[in-house]
């Protein structure tokens, strides 16, 4: 454990991986949590100064199978893995000996009528999870980048997502499969009351639901996109415009329901950067890629 808690976690986590590098009793590869791929490309790009004869080599779920397998290669010298939570219970890394762990974790939470990514601390299940992936196969050591004091602070478990998600989804399929009352419904974890009745009421006003509740014609609809209600029914409403006006709203839904950006955290975004809009930069890095694809298709056959 460290003994105050670090302010800036991607600097410290940084600066105790290149001291472990350097202390000769340190042996095998460390593995390193952050909370997401921006944290990640900040660390490795921090760490990437301070030590030279290392492979430092990113993990999370968004980045092409070809370059997660980096990862699991053997390489001469030593390897050090820098990942999500990808690694805490998917996918075991061999060669692992040192994790280093800033207690911190993005996690999904629905507040106010927007969803979102936080960051949090971990749970104390979490800790333990991330620290066994040291010992997998050899004696090995968490450093933990938080006092131990913090840790009997920490909840027991994660709470279930479905305890901090928009349940608006959730509550339009069981309405589509004939569950009158979502309220009654037996969940394995039982949501919030709160939040289902809030689902119930942006149904309603999307027209999904009837003053009886009701699934409606339009609820059937937009039951069958695989998006969220919102997001459905904006997809929706394009069809009553012009067909340009349905493919630019058809680009930004597609891209407002990725879970994470278009771009790489260290892309140069200047060839497509509308400065009216983050959204609109996406959508224009998306379609330069799609009619890049296009063209290659075509001059494949």
């Known amino acids: 454990?460290?003994?105050?808690p670090a302010?800036?976690?991607?600097?410290?986590?940084?600066?105790?991986?290149?001291?472990?590098?350097?202390?000769?009793?340190?042996?095998?590869?460390?593995?390193?949590?952050?909370?997401?791929?921006?944290?990640?490309?900040?660390?490795?790009?921090?760490?990437?100064?301070?030590?030279?004869?290392?492979?430092?080599?990113?993990?999370?779920?968004?980045?092409?199978?070809?370059?997660?397998?980096?990862?699991?290669?053997?390489?001469?010298?030593?390897?050090?893995?820098?990942?999500?939570?990808?690694?805490?219970?998917?996918?075991?890394?061999?060669?692992v000996r040192h994790v280093v762990d800033p207690g911190l974790v993005k996690t999904r939470r629905f507040a106010r009528g927007f969803e979102a990514l936080e960051l949090a601390p971990t749970s104390k299940a979490q800790a333990r999870q991330r620290a066994g992936r040291a010992g997998r196969e050899a004696p090995g050591r968490c450093y933990r980048?938080?006092?131990?004091?913090?840790f009997f602070r920490l909840p027991e478990a994660t709470p279930?997502?479905?305890?901090r998600a928009d349940l608006a989804s959730v509550v339009l399929q069981l309405k589509r499969l004939g569950v009158d009352r979502p309220q009654d419904f037996d969940f394995v974890s039982k949501p919030p009351r709160d939040a289902l009745l809030s689902a119930l009421e942006t149904l309603r006003a999307l027209e999904a639901l009837d003053a009886g509740a009701r699934l409606t014609d339009k609820g059937r609809r937009?039951?069958?996109?695989?998006?969220?209600?919102?997001?459905?029914?904006?997809?929706?409403?394009?069809?009553?415009?012009?067909?340009d006006v349905r493919r630019d709203v058809v680009d930004a839904v597609a891209?407002?329901?990725?879970?994470?950006?278009?771009?790489?955290?260290?892309?140069?975004?200047?060839p497509f950067l509308d400065l009216t809009s983050d959204l609109?930069?996406?959508?224009?890095?998306?379609?330069a890629v799609a009619k890049r694809r296009s063209r290659a298709f075509a001059d494949a056959r």
């Not at 980048?145 to 913090?150: I, M, R």
């Not at 279930?160 to 305890?163: G, S, T, W, Y």
């Not at 891209?255 to 200047?270: E, H, I």
Request: glycine share 4%.
């Open 1 to 4: 454990y460290s003994v105050a």
């Open 7 to 95: 302010e800036d976690y991607v600097r410290w986590a940084a600066i105790a991986t290149a001291q472990l590098h350097r202390d000769p009793t340190c042996e095998g590869d460390v593995l390193v949590f952050m909370p997401g791929q921006e944290e990640i490309a900040a660390f490795c790009a921090a760490l990437g100064k301070l030590v030279r004869d290392a492979t430092i080599v990113p993990l999370y779920a968004a980045l092409p199978a070809d370059e997660q397998r980096r990862a699991f290669e053997p390489v001469a010298g030593r390897k050090i893995v820098a990942a999500t939570t990808i690694a805490e219970t998917s996918v075991t890394i061999p060669g």
């Open 145 to 150: 980048l938080y006092p131990e004091a913090e």
């Open 160 to 163: 279930p997502e479905i305890a």
């Open 222 to 243: 937009l039951a069958a996109f695989p998006l969220p209600p919102l997001l459905a029914n904006v997809a929706l409403a394009s069809l009553a415009f012009s067909p």
């Open 255 to 270: 891209l407002l329901a990725a879970t994470d950006s278009l771009f790489a955290p260290d892309a140069d975004k200047r």
């Open 280 to 287: 609109l930069t996406e959508v224009n890095a998306f379609r």
